[in-house]
């Protein structure tokens, strides 16, 4: 049996990747901060809590890191905790730095001297390309021009990584992933915000739904897909980074109109208004990625398309909210 250690197991991405470890019979150690009230809700969901051994941590906190480490004894690390909410990072950019960024430090030091054999996939984001190559679809070779302090966290980490890499002759694969949805997704991120307040329009508890920049583009997945390609990536024989999309650009008032439309709901601007304190300081206009490589040496294809993945979120959020 093959132990991983997943920091962030109580995320989105967390979740779907013990599950996709337990499934392959891993055993699952995934890192939890103190909080006053546990966060289990994705992993209960998923029927898997009490398959995951948890281990206490904060990836501000070296010696817990250590720790995690040296009880788990793993094969595979996936680091993806983060302080991960693009819109935060203005508002908290100390934090989010020393989560993101120098966080990433200490549990790559952790591996360095406690596994330094294991392989570590680091979550690396199409947020670092920012609005570079304008309009262009970005691949592994596209500059990087990150546009928030989130963003320039992971940036920092990103190389951190590589550096760890070509320094120390570890393992290293960053994933440069493109947003990725589910039914799990937070709250606050805009494809959930939409698809729970689609289904409380629906279900009459709610008139209006109040979004910032209806412009702007992303390149959706489902991220169930996703982790896949991050395991994929640390079964390979040699270390690479790789761009994980779909290829498809699609904008906030594209996600409305299909949400809505999933919902039988007609004239979906009725029901969608902007308000100014959802809009970021400096906004990423548009994003579209090129996964070819991760096609071509990962075999690696985005199963859910862009109607299936809005037609699961918002059928998910009615179901919850019906009950
Ligand atoms: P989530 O926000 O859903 O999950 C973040 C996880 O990090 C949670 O488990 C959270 O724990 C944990 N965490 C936050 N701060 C700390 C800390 N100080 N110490 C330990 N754990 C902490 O993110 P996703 O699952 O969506 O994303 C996973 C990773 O991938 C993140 O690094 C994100 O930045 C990155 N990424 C995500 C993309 C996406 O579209 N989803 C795209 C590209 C990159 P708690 O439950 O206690 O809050
Ligand atoms: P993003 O995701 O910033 O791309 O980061 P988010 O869903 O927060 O925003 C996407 C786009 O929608 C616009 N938007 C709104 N966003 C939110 N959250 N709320 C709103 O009301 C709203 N109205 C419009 C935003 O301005 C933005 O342009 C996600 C995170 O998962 C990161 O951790 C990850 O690295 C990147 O995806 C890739």
């Known amino acids: 049996m093959k132990n991983a ?3 962030g197991v109580t995320g989105q991405d967390g979740a779907y990747l013990a599950k996709f470890l337990l499934d392959k019979s891993y055993k699952v150690f995934g890192l939890v901060r103190r909080l006053s ?7 209960e969901e998923l029927g898997i809590k009490d398959k995951v051994e948890f281990l206490d941590g904060d990836m501000t906190d070296q010696e817990s890191l250590n720790n995690a480490v040296k009880l788990s004894k793993p094969v595979e690390v996936y680091n993806l905790a983060a302080q991960s909410y693009v819109g935060t990072s ?16 200490k549990i790559l030091n952790a591996v360095k001297d406690f596994a330094s054999d294991a392989k570590f996939y680091q979550a690396s984001s199409s947020e670092m390309f920012g609005n570079s190559a304008k309009g262009e679809v970005k691949s592994e070779d596209t500059p990087l021009h990150p546009t928030s302090p989130y963003a320039i966290s992971k940036l920092f980490a990103h190389w951190m990584a590589v550096n760890y890499k070509d320094s120390y002759g570890m393992f290293v694969s960053c994933g440069i992933l493109f947003n990725h949805e589910s039914p799990l997704r937070g709250i606050e991120f805009v494809t959930r915000k939409i698809s729970d307040g689609v289904a409380r329009i629906k279900l009459g508890l709610a008139d209006k739904l109040y979004l910032g920049n209806l412009e702007s583009k992303r390149d959706w997945g489902f991220a169930g897909d996703y982790v896949e390609a991050m395991w994929m990536m640390l079964q390979q024989e040699d270390p690479e980074n790789f761009v994980i999309a779909t290829g498809e650009t699609h904008s906030v008032a594209d996600f409305c109109r299909e949400a809505f439309e999933v919902a039988g709901i007609e004239n979906w601007k009725d029901y969608v208004a902007k308000n100014e304190k959802f809009m970021r300081p400096s906004e990423l206009h548009a994003l579209k990625g090129d996964s070819s490589k991760a096609g071509k040496e990962l075999g690696w294809e985005p199963k859910v398309n862009f109607g299936e993945l809005v037609r699961m979120m918002v059928e998910a959020d009615l179901e919850r909210l019906s009950k």
């Open 90 to 105: 203005w508002k908290q950019a100390v934090l989010t730095a020393e989560v993101d960024a120098v966080g990433v430090i």
């Open 37 to 43: 009230t546990p966060n289990f809700w994705r992993l």
């Open 5 to 7: 250690l997943i920091t």
